[in-house]
């Protein structure tokens, strides 16, 4: 992961963002999914969950050859 935005208030969105180089947007998100990023907004195991919002998975690559950016969003809960 390489960044993780969390909101100020527990019930807003939050973002996880995933930068690949030479890769594509959705190999960021089957990171994301795959090494399960979103847990990191559930709290320990027992606890009441300190974020009830939505969260966003974004994935953004970047071609060294072509210089250009491509992104992805979707929702994870």
């Known amino acids: 992961m390489d960044f993780i935005f969390y909101p100020e208030q527990t019930d807003a969105t ?4 995933e930068l690949k180089v030479d890769g594509t947007p959705e190999e960021a ?15 320990k195991l027992g606890e009441k969950p300190r974020f009830t919002g939505k969260i966003l998975a ?12 491509h992104c992805k969003v979707i929702t994870l809960s």
């Open 14 to 17: 939050a973002l996880i963002l």
């Open 29 to 43: 998100i089957q990171q994301i999914v795959n090494k399960k990023y979103a847990l990191r907004f559930k709290g």
């Open 58 to 69: 974004a994935g953004i690559s970047y071609s060294k050859k072509t210089k250009e950016h």
